[in-house]
């Protein structure tokens, strides 16, 4: 089973900056790495797959990068409605699997 | 507009069974595959189970690996879990997702989830 861990658990950030969220894969993934948004009592809604594409509908404040099996999801400048917790997904290998989380929070 | 309406969730006894149905409308059902995503309270999502387009191939975690069933009625755009022998660590929210593509196999589209509770 591919390991993915994400760093940090939790980010303290001030509306209109930079965050920057990590997650590690434990073996390689290719670029089959997608990145969701999940806000308190709603379902997660996919912002990146494919490491770096956004998806339908994202803003381009979202972006997504990699090297290696070190991905990458940055948020230019962040907005009220951005805090949440976001979660990184392997979909290269069975099982798939999800990194446990990184939570965003207002400074 | 893809809509995934899930259905089947409720409280039941350790040992007891359940089986979940998800309604999809909005897209050609027939040409995606679909999956069962969890999240405990309070908890990270685990991927359950997931399912070609055809139902030929099908996918379990280790977690549910002969417990668990997944199928597909095409003719009436649902996909079903049954879930067999439940343990209190079964309980979550049960999301029905589908696959972006042919050969993007991440979740675009999640239902609103239905809740799972094991318990005596």
Known sequence: ???M??????????PGERATLSCRASQSVSSDLAWYQQKPGQAPRLLIYGASTRATGIPARFSGSASGTEFTLTISSLQSE???VYYCLQYDNWPRTFGQGTKVEIK | ??????????LVKPGGSLR???AASGFTFSSYSMNWVRQAPGKGLEWVSSISSSGKYIYY???????FTISRDNAKNSVFLQMNSLRAEDTAVYYCTRDLGRDIS????????TLVTVSS
């Open chain 1, 1 to 3: 089973e591919i390991v």
């Open chain 2, 61 to 67: 975690g280790d977690s549910v690996k002969g417990r």
């Open chain 2, 20 to 22: 979940l149905s998800c």
């Open chain 1, 5 to 14: 861990t994400q760093s940090p658990a939790t980010l303290s950030v001030s």
């Open chain 2, 106 to 113: 991440c979740y675009d589209y999640w239902g609103l989830g």
């Open chain 2, 1 to 10: 507009e893809v809509q995934l309406v899930e259905s089947g969730g409720g």
């Open chain 1, 82 to 84: 951005d805090f949440a």
